[in-house]
């Protein structure tokens, strides 16, 4: 296996700008299969979601579950959470 940086192969730099062969990137894209929104491919190194629209369109049934069924009262409390997608 090649390293990536001392690659002749062609990259591609992901949103996060992390690079990738091009050849895995397209690997990975083939993971997704058509309806499966709850899939989100991340960055291998940083774990950041590579779509934007893909992190929309989970958030949003994510929204749609959330509202659909009540908390019960024992789970209701507020809790930190860390955000991968922006380091908050």
């Given amino acids: ?12 730099f992901l949103p996060c700008g992390h690079p990738m ?3 895995c990137f397209k690997g990975l894209i083939k993971q997704l299969q058509p309806g499966e929104p709850l ?6 190194l940083c774990q950041k979601c590579i779509s934007e629209e893909q992190l929309k369109m989970h958030a949003e049934i994510v929204d749609v579950a959330i509202s659909q069924h009540a908390v ?17």
């Fill in 21 to 23: 062969h091009s050849k």
């Fill in 1 to 12: 296996a090649q390293g990536l940086f001392a690659s002749v192969k062609q990259v591609r």
């Fill in 39 to 44: 899939i989100i491919l991340r960055c291998p």
């Fill in 72 to 88: 019960p009262e024992e789970y209701k409390k507020e809790v930190a959470i860390y955000c991968v997608e922006c380091d908050k």
